[in-house]
């Protein structure tokens, strides 16, 4: 089995959440789903659990941070395009999200974007072509 990753977000409005996280192709996983949470599948090997405050709290004695005022993690997902990130960042737009929030990043062979969902997580949408990444870093450095 592959290792699986599950990153869990508190939320203020599971409902609002869900449907974002939709809105960028997420399926909700009725299994793990209920008034207080809610499991969001990217991939088989990625997922977002959405906790409700009350809910998030039962997991961490600290103080839940608001992401809008204090950066907490930075969660990258990988594209298959460059027009893959900018159409990602476009449906976050669209869904209530906040686009590049953070300068985008384009070094040629590698292109990211970012946006915020609606309590202020940042993620990121990186494309990168692997073969031309490898040819640059393996090129002298110039004198």
Sequence with gaps: ??????????????????????ALGAV???????????????????HAMLLTHDKFRQFTPKRIADARETSEVLICLS?????????????????????DPAPKQDYGFMYGRSFEDPDGHIWEVMWMDLAAAQEAMSAPASA
């Design 28 to 46: 909700k996983n009725e299994q793990f789903t209920d008034h207080t949470a809610a499991c969001m599948v990217f991939s088989e090997t990625i």
């Design 79 to 99: 594209a298959d395009s460059r027009d893959q990130v900018d159409g990602t960042l476009a449906k976050a737009a669209a869904a209530g999200g906040r686009a």
């Design 1 to 22: 089995m592959p290792k699986m990753i599950f990153v869990n977000l508190p939320v203020a409005d599971l409902s609002k959440s869900i449907a974002f996280y939709e």
